[in-house]
T-cell receptor
Framework: GESVGLHLPTLSVQEGDNSIINCAYS??????FIWYKQESGKGPQFIID?????DKRQGQRVTVLLNKTVKHLSLQIAATQPGDSAVYFC????????????FGKGTTLSVSS | GAVVSQHPSWVICKSGTSVKIECRSL??????MFWYRQFPKQSLMLMAT?????????EQGVEKDKFLINHASLTLSTLTVTSAHPEDSSFYIC??????????????FGPGTRLTVL
């Protein structure tokens, strides 16, 4: 994994390792956050979301952690597989405002077998 | 889940011509559709928000006369790049918000359209 709070544009891991991807969001009023996976030449694919009244949410092999104090979001992928190789983006918005999602900088995850 | 399609998936055109990109929600109604642009190795940047039956709201720096958006029905929004130039070459992605998802505000993304202007 990588240091919490540090955004890296690329992350290389071995198959089977756990991956941690970080994101700093910009708007303290945001109350809804989503992680997306984007493969080359394709649109974003929903992975997992979390609302601001939670600080952790788990899915299948993925966990999202939210730290509102420092406006930080992380995505943990357990037992990373080659098929997880893609660019990962976090996105934020103010849910009830119905506004567009604002995307953060992406992280390219490369998984080697 | 809900499906959003885009057509065409890729297009190559000459400089100065106009190109229309369609975004359709296939199995749900979308009161709101969003258009994003993504340059290579960069994030998605919001261009405009399109509400059915009304004028689109453009983000700062996006020329509304160059990027014409029409959202005439609850299942279709179009983006027309007028007088396209090579710097307009990009990956254009739309998303649609399901009218009946209530407060969840979930957006569904299309597969994107690759525009190359020669």
């Amino acid at each position: 994994g990588e240091s919490v709070g540090l955004h890296l544009p690329t992350l290389s891991v071995q198959e089977g390792d756990n991956s941690i991807i970080n994101c700093a969001y910009s708007n303290s009023a945001s109350d809804y956050f989503i992680w997306y996976k984007q493969e080359s030449g394709k649109g974003p694919q929903f992975i997992i979301d979390i609302r601001s009244n939670m600080d952790k949410r788990q899915g299948q092999r993925v966990t999202v952690l939210l730290n509102k104090t420092v406006k930080h979001l992380s995505l943990q992928i357990a037992a990373t597989q080659p098929g997880d190789s893609a660019v990962y983006f976090c996105a934020e918005n103010i849910r009830q405002a119905g506004t567009a999602l604002i995307f953060g900088k992406g992280t390219t995850l490369s998984v080697s077998s | 889940g809900a499906v959003v399609s885009q057509h065409p998936s890729w297009v190559i055109c000459k400089s100065g011509t106009s190109v229309k990109i369609e975004c359709r929600s296939l199995d749900f109604q979308a009161t709101t559709m969003f258009w994003y642009r993504q340059f290579p190795k960069q994030s998605l940047m919001l261009m405009a928000t399109s509400n059915e039956g009304s004028k689109a709201t453009y983000e700062q720096g996006v020329e509304k006369d160059k990027f014409l958006i029409n959202h005439a029905s609850l299942t279709l929004s179009t983006l027309t790049v007028t007088s396209a130039h090579p710097e307009d070459s990009s990956f254009y992605i739309c998303s649609a918000r399901d009218l009946y998802m209530g407060g969840r505000n979930e957006q569904f993304f299309g597969p994107g359209t690759r525009l190359t202007v020669l």
